[in-house]
Every structure is written in C-alpha cells, then in structure tokens.
C-alpha cells in the first residue's frame, strides 16, 4: 500500500523528510521515497507493511495535518494498489 504526501517543505533535506517518516509510521514503514527535495514540488511516497486498504486509508487519516517543519501536511492513500488490482484479475 502506498500513500503520497504533498506540502513537503523546500527547507527539509531528503534525509530529514526520511527519518521523519519512518519515525512516524514505526514498524508500518516498508520505504520513504522522497521527490524534489529542496524544491516547491518536492512529495514523498510511503510503502507501508499492510496489505489491506483500509490500514492506508486510516494512516493517511492520522498523517494528515501533521506538520514538518512547521507545514501542514496533505497525505492521500492511493485509491487502487497496483498489486492488489493485478492480483484480482
């Protein structure tokens, strides 16, 4: 399951948004990858440890509003796993 995460600040390394999130997800975390770091764009994505949707739903819910680096964070779950929907077919 994945998530994204929008209003990354331009003021946090890729490292910083990293180790925020890992420490913020614990043992849910399965990878951080962060995306234009440094820059207005900059996003990262989550891979979380769950197979079942509504754990991404209910992560996205707690993450949302949460602040780095003084920014409200925007978090959204991905509406469909690749995996889950090459899985049903």
Known sequence: MHLTVWNVPESCSEQEVRVFFERELGH??????VYDA????AHADL????DVPYVAEAVAR???????????????AAPFDDEA???QR
Do not use: D, I, W
């Open 28 to 33: 849910l975390a399965k990878g951080v990858t």
């Open 38 to 41: 440094g820059t207005p764009n």
């Open 47 to 50: 891979e979380l440890k769950a």
């Open 62 to 76: 707690e993450l949302q509003g949460r602040r780095l680096a003084g920014v409200a964070l925007r978090v959204s």
């Open 85 to 87: 929907s090459q899985q």
